[in-house]
């Protein structure tokens, strides 16, 4: 018997003015915030997982990009995940919170909501930090 982490998915949109499209989430961790996420199933491949788990949580359409970071989220004693984050770009929808999120909506990557997991703090101080030094150089 192996106890291997599960793959988790997440995806990074962002709007015109950069800013982040974060979900508040409904039963675990309910009241804060995170990249809109979800994990992958049996047989399903990462990259469809991602625009699945996206659209159901936002009912927003997207386009996968590329692999932006991969994390281990040690944050659940309960359950190790190994996190895929995706950069994406809006294809369709209409955004609508539903699924595991009550509120959805864009915020500036230097002031954000209270997240619900450390790991995605990380992403977007990354992101942050990325974009940052694109503009400075």
Do not use: M
């Amino acid at each position: 018997f192996y106890e291997n982490p599960v793959v988790g998915v997440a995806v990074i949109v962002l709007d015109k003015e950069g800013r982040i499209l974060l979900g508040k989430r409904n039963g675990s961790y309910s009241g804060l915030w995170c990249i809109p996420c979800g994990y992958v199933e049996y047989d399903e491949d990462v990259f469809d997982a991602a625009a699945r788990e996206f659209n159901e949580e936002t009912n927003v359409d997207i386009k996968i990009n590329k692999v932006y970071t991969v994390q281990s989220n040690f944050h659940n004693p309960e359950t190790h995940t190994v996190g895929i984050w995706f950069l994406a770009e809006v294809v369709g929808g209409g955004l609508k919170a539903q699924a595991d999120l009550d509120e959805v909506g864009y915020f500036d990557l230097a002031s954000l909501p209270e997240l619900a997991f450390p790991t995605d703090a990380l992403v977007i101080e990354k992101l942050h930090n990325e974009l940052n030094s694109d503009f400075s150089e």
